[in-house]
């Protein structure tokens, strides 16, 4: 049994036409009108294809293809259909159509599985406008509740719960989502890779066994806005020379510490003028790693050379953190049966954590889950030139097909029905 290849290409050239740009990119932010008008289509898609469609508070979509019934529940393949402004066409929709693929070939070779096997499309995965980043997992998980979102608004003041509501979801279908949850036995996950590890390896894919933990602050550096004609060098509190520091105190930390990554990549001048001296200077401090403890190690370090910065050049650091999203280990049986497959597929495969979050990892608190990563050309991703070859994609796609075979017959009827709680 393998996955017609040909056919998922037709596929990711046709989704990748719904919000395509001037640059030729993809730009589909969830609850947009090219959001609007491919879920149209992929939920005619799915009903054409047989699937009994769920859409759920979060608008999340799924569409479940039964099994032969020994085994409750169903197992999950999915990523999102949402993009970045101006994205590529394979960070989300990859995943989506390759578990469409998956469900077709098995309806085509009238395989049954003793569980249901179903395809779910996350919404809001990439940053959005609500700053809710993975918010249907999230949500569907129930790490975002109704009190949390019942005032979430965009940047133009519109309710959350008003898109919700045009898509099929709304924060009143949010409690089906918990009733949900114990329904679904394991989770897979395709994935572009969006780093360059399997292409210096020279390697298709891998099997990913953590997603990092991601820490991140507001800084706020305060110095004393003066005259830039007037005030000499050395009677300056320059809050930018400071910030300039601290940024480069991060680069040359994080720099050789192999997969601690740290990033400045906003910030602020105020106020902002030719001849004034930075009175203020607000950034956001990232520092990812694969361990709590590589993370507050960093953090710790980097925040002691800060202090040092500041006492040097007379300015005052505050700084609020705003995200500690811990490590989050995959689960290790359906890693093993993946890697197993690989093997017999004869095919190599890299096991690497993730230096970017997915839906994966928040799916991971409610059921056993994996992902798969396919090789990126350059390690290119949220820009047109995202790539992977062909070839890459088929080989992942027909591991995730065996892969579900095998996890189809190695989950047992009473197994699993208590979440792993990762
Ligand atoms: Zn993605």
């Not at 608004?153 to 309710?159: F, Q, T």
């Not at 990812?288 to 800060?306: D, L, P, S, Y």
């Not at 890693?335 to 970017?356: G, H, R, V, Y």
């Not at 820009?383 to 097909?401: F, Q, R, V, W």
Request: aromatic share 6%.
């Amino acid at each position: 049994m393998k996955i017609n290849l040909n056919r998922l290409l037709i596929d990711l050239e046709k989704y990748a036409e719904y919000g395509k740009n001037e640059h030729g990119g993809v730009t589909r932010p969830s609850f947009s009108k090219a959001d609007h008008r491919v879920r149209q289509l992929f939920i005619e898609e799915l009903e054409d294809m047989g699937l009994q469609v769920t859409i759920d508070g979060a608008a999340n979509i799924w569409g479940k293809h039964k099994g032969n019934g020994t085994k409750k529940g169903s197992i999950v393949i999915g990523s999102h259909l949402d993009s970045v402004l101006n994205g590529g066409k394979y960070d989300g929709p990859l995943g989506v159509l390759m578990a469409k693929e998956i469900i077709r070939t098995l309806i085509e070779d009238k395989v049954i599985l003793d569980h249901d096997v179903e395809i779910v499309s996350f919404t809001a995965e990439e940053s959005n406008d609500f700053n809710l980043s993975t918010f249907g997992s999230r949500s569907f998980v129930g790490r975002l509740t109704v009190e949390k979102l019942h005032d979430a608004r965009d940047s133009k003041g519109g309710l959350l719960h008003d898109e919700l509501i045009k898509v099929g979801g709304g924060l009143d279908k949010f409690p089906m989502m918990v009733n949900m949850q114990n329904d679904k036995k394991a989770f897979i996950e395709l994935h572009i890779e969006q780093g360059q590890r399997l292409e210096s390896a020279n390697i298709s894919m891998a099997v990913i066994y953590s997603v990092v933990g991601t820490f991140r602050s507001f800084v706020k550096v305060i110095g004393e806005p003066n005259h830039s004609g007037t005030t000499m060098m050395q009677n300056r509190k320059d809050a930018l020379t400071a910030a300039a520091e601290m940024v480069l105190e991060v680069e040359r930390y994080c720099k050789d510490k192999g997969d601690v990554v740290g990033t400045v990549g906003k910030l602020n001048v105020s106020p902002n003028a030719a001849n004034i001296i930075p009175g203020q200077i607000d950034f956001i401090f990232e520092v990812r790693a694969e361990t709590e403890e590589k993370i507050e190690n960093t953090v710790e370090a980097i925040q002691e050379a800060w202090q040092e910065i500041a006492k040097r050049r007379q300015v005052k650091i505050q700084q609020e953190v705003f995200l500690d999203q811990k490590p989050v280990a995959l689960d290790q049986d359906i890693i093993t049966i993946l890697e197993n497959a690989a093997t017999e597929m004869d095919e190599p495969c890299l096991t690497l954590p993730s230096m970017a979050v997915h839906d994966a990892a928040h799916m991971a608190s409610i059921t056993k889950s994996a992902m798969i990563f396919v090789k990126s050309i350059d390690g290119k991703s949220h820009c047109p030139e995202e790539y992977s070859h062909p070839n890459d994609i088929e080989k992942a796609g027909n591991l995730i097909l065996q892969g579900i075979v095998h996890i189809d017959r190695a989950l047992s009827v009473t197994e699993y029905s208590v979440p792993p709680g990762n």
